[in-house]
């Protein structure tokens, strides 16, 4: 089979555009109808998604798009008429996962060839990533990487009509592409990206590689969104970014993050309002002082420290200093008073001493994170970071993590001790997936309770005692007003 491969740079992406995308969603409609007429099946889609929220939302794009065309979701893999994975690059594993998905998929395709097998996502935007797939799973029918998501359809069109590979990821990214359908997994919460790309180009870290520079949206258009998700129900929403704390500053016209949360704090309908990631080095007293007077806004802050040695955050170009860290969490927690703070810590990058390794340990102390994410360093190639040659021993690495896990563990318990006896107001979100009989929801802190109550609480905000503490998760009974 003939591949044909489109490389392009700088593309604006138009109202007409749009329009023309449209117009091949109902072209792949029209297909649908005409089969489901012949076969009496409605066809089906199975999506899996890899990494973080905004590829969560990007999914959700692709679901609205798919949705429109005809398209029904299955769980099934093998009853599946198109399968996609959007995929991430900023761990291995991940990389890994979908190579393993992907090699599983060789007979199914034999077994179907009219079989659509798409891959998309950060990792697509990775040539070597593309050529490796090319070579190795010739049963891959489409590729195309973050930029040009909105082409969704014509590349879907092109695939099916054509029976012959395509391939095509846009180096970078031009104009963000507005109007596109979207099919949310959630009723209660919503997630809501404001900004594309990263400039802060890490020395670990392949974002700003694969989602190209930062691009804002425009406050109007987000407040549109938000006004429309509170109009249908939602109550909570969440703020989404490589760096939230860097909105507006492409626009150039006094445009800020701290601005956009004083106007969506007017917004009826919506409860609360979530966001992330916030870089240190980018949050400011503005920043701070919405957080304190917006009184949607929760009061949960996700701050990456990512390393407590000023020596190794000044590798990771990270661009502040521990001192600049300790001082910003303590300026934070004294305006927001009861606020908790999580963060990602980064164990082993290049060079990192026992010494480096213990100023981390204390900066956990200091700053008493109500939870972290932490990650063994691993090499992602293309960065800085990978090319170093003082690589860290994986035994190494692993001792400290244990190390730093039973401290945080420690700390995420001691915090979660504070509880017991409280009264908080939680949003539910719905049935906990471990107990067909406990419902489920968050406070503002971002602490999940588990209490028994009933459907018609999904979506509200209740009142929870906490009767029973775990690291990780909290238990109450429901207080009944």
């Known amino acids: 089979m003939s591949l044909r491969i489109e490389e392009r740079k700088n593309i604006q992406v138009s109202t007409e555009e749009i329009t023309r ?48 065309m005809g398209y029904a979701e299955t769980e099934n893999i093998n009853d599946s008429d198109v399968i996609i994975y959007n995929t991430c690059c900023v761990r291995e594993n991940a990389e890994l996962k979908v190579y393993g998905h992907l090699g599983a998929l060789k007979h199914l395709k034999e077994e ?46 092109t695939a099916i009509s054509s029976n012959s590979p395509l391939v095509e990821v846009w180096e970078t990214a031009g104009t963000i592409a507005e109007g596109m359908p979207i099919e949310r997994k959630n009723g209660v919460k919503a997630w809501v990206t404001i900004m594309y ?9 392949i974002v700003p590689y694969v989602r190209g520079r930062e691009r804002s949206r425009s406050m109007e ?46 917004i009826e309908g919506i409860e609360r309002v979530r966001f992330m990631t916030s870089h240190p080095k980018d949050l400011s007293d503005e920043l701070i002082q919405a957080m304190r007077d917006c009184k949607k806004v929760c009061r949960h802050l996700h701050l990456p420290v990512q390393a407590g040695s000023t020596k190794v955050l000044k590798e990771m170009n990270r661009k502040y200093t521990k001192e600049q860290y300790l001082d910003l969490a303590a300026r934070i927690k004294n305006a927001v008073p009861g606020i908790a703070l999580t963060t990602d810590i980064i164990v082993g990058f290049p060079g990192e001493t026992e010494e480096d390794f213990n100023d981390t340990i204390d900066v956990l102390e200091k700053v008493r994170f109500d939870s972290a994410y932490t990650f063994l360093y691993s090499k992602r190639t293309g960065t800085p970071a990978a090319k170093r040659e003082d690589q860290v021993p994986e035994e190494v690495k692993k001792r400290r993590f244990d190390r730093l896990l039973e401290v945080q563990n420690r700390i995420s318990r001691e915090i979660n001790d504070g509880y017991m006896g409280k009264e908080v107001e939680i949003l539910v979100e719905g049935l906990s997936k471990n107990n067909d009989e406990t419902y489920t929801g968050r406070t503002s802190t971002d602490k999940i309770v588990h209490f028994k109550g009933r459907e018609e609480l999904i979506g509200k905000l209740v009142t929870v005692r906490i009767e029973q503490v775990q690291t990780w998760s909290l238990f109450g009974t429901l207080i009944e007003k």
């Open 197 to 205: 790309g990263c400039n802060n180009f890490c020395s670990y870290c």
């Open 112 to 157: 179907k060839p009219e079989l659509i097998i798409a891959v998309c996502g950060c990792m697509m935007q990775q040539p070597e990533v593309v050529e490796h797939i090319r070579k190795k799973y010739r049963h891959v029918d489409l590729i195309f990487g973050t930029h040009n998501l909105f082409k969704f359809p014509e590349l879907l069109y």
């Open 221 to 266: 258009d987000i407040i549109n969104e938000v006004r429309m998700l509170g109009q249908q129900g939602y109550k909570e929403i969440a703020l989404l970014g490589q760096n939230v704390n860097s909105y507006g500053k492409d626009m150039k016209d006094g445009t800020s993050f701290a601005k956009l949360l004083y106007e969506i704090d007017k």
């Open 21 to 68: 995308q449209r117009q091949f969603l109902e072209e792949v409609k029209q297909i649908n109808y005409q089969k489901e007429l012949k076969t009496g099946r409605k066809k089906l889609y199975h999506l899996v998604t890899f990494g973080c929220q905004m590829n969560e939302n990007d999914s959700e794009r692709l679901a609205g798009f798919l949705g429109e």
